[in-house]
């Protein structure tokens, strides 16, 4: 049976083909190599807020959704200036606790 209440989770897992985006409250606390399993220190999602998310089409059409990001849309990061903008996500996970205990330090 699904849970039909409101979502408390403040934590959040986008995963790209190549990356993990952990984000606490829409602010990126972590990002993690798929293939090695590392944590990437000092890339440019750290500490950077989620926007929004951005939905590529084939057609050269890109739509916005100032939202909760989702899967098949592409993570756009405000950061200070310098904004990035993901590989389409191919999943939204909930970290387990272990990870999150993990986090590297700010």
Known sequence: MAYVGTDRRIHRVYVTRNTEYHVRRNVCVGVRDRRTGAWVRGHLALRS??????????SGAVRPNDGEPGVGESLFFSANGRDLVTSPVVAIERPMRDVVRQYPAN
């Open 49 to 58: 807020r989620v926007s929004g998310g951005l939905r590529f089409f084939d």
